[in-house]
């Protein structure tokens, strides 16, 4: 079985950058690094290749030149190759119309798992993974914090939920794994074994070899936009109530003490659901009538 795992270069967050009318300004080039829950997948595929499971594992990425090395890190680590999709035409690209690239490069492959991070810590915004598996039209699975594959024909997931609970599912493969950043602890590489990984393949494409056309991909093909960047603010300290058991304290402190909010849920056919979500969103003056 072959194993994809989706890499993103993403700036080092740990810089310090200033922020000023809603864009960051900084007087040196940003640090770049391996987006940390992508090394996690990384290493998860290397785990199920050590264990007999997988036989190659193939790194796909999304970025300008710069993100070879990103590729030449997880080559290190232990993957066979790498694929970058590097264009002036996909810059400025937003989650869909990423996905729409690494769709169109995944489904010519031979694959049984793909693997990516839970979210890229440059946008948190965590939707890669959903449109990419819908593309390819496959399931997915999100917040795994453990991972068993039978047999290579399905995978057995424990799933986070909120307040410390855990779901487990079991899914058949092919299939699209998004991880958590705890799922296991990526190995150490050194300078030397990164240089070393430079004689590994490393394959470009761009727009022209993908096929596509310039509306489906960079800002044109966006579906979202970016308008100002905020300074976040400060996170207040949240104190478990000391006097209550373990179990609930551990549970206080997932959820910052904050308690579940109740909603109204809506049940039957998608159409019958889909026409009351629409009557609801007009009557309380969401949607223009």
Do not use: W
């Not at 040196?28 to 998860?44: G, S, T």
């Not at 190995?187 to 240089?195: E, F, G």
């Amino acid at each position: 079985m072959k194993i994809i795992v989706c890499v993103k270069q993403v700036i080092d967050t740990e810089h310090l950058t200033r922020i000023v009318e809603g864009k960051t300004i900084n007087d040196l080039p940003l640090p770049r690094v391996v987006n940390p829950c992508d090394l996690v997948a990384v290493e998860e595929a290397l785990q199920l290749k050590e264990r007999g499971i997988a036989d190659e594992i193939i790194l796909v990425s999304v970025g300008s030149s710069s993100a070879k090395e990103a590729l030449y890190r997880c080559l290190a680590m232990g993957a066979d190759r790498g694929i970058l999709l590097c264009d002036p035409f996909f810059e400025g690209s937003d989650s869909y119309a990423t996905a729409t690239l690494l769709a169109r490069v995944i489904s010519s492959l031979d694959y049984g798992l793909i693997l990516c991070g839970q979210k890229a810590f440059d946008t948190n915004a965590g939707q890669v993974g959903y449109y990419l598996a819908e593309m390819l039209s496959i399931p997915i699975i999100s917040g795994a914090m453990k991972v068993e594959v039978i047999s290579g024909e399905k995978v057995i997931v424990q799933r986070k939920l909120r307040g410390g609970h855990r779901e487990v599912l079991e899914a058949s493969l092919p299939l699209l794994l998004a991880v958590e950043e705890k799922l296991n602890e990526p190995r150490y590489v050194s300078q030397y074994a990164i240089s070393r990984a430079r004689t590994k393949e490393v394959k470009e494409y761009d727009i022209k070899a993908l096929g596509l056309s310039p509306e489906y991909v960079g800002q044109r093909g966006s579906k979202t936009e970016v308008t100002s960047l905020l300074r976040p603010r400060p996170k207040k300290i949240f104190v478990p109530d000391p006097t209550l058991p373990a179990l609930k304290r551990l549970v206080q402190i997932e959820t910052g003490g904050l308690s579940q909010r109740v909603g109204n849920t809506l049940t039957g056919i998608p159409q019958e659901v889909a026409s009351r979500l629409v009557e609801i969103l007009i009557s309380n003056k969401i949607l223009p009538i």
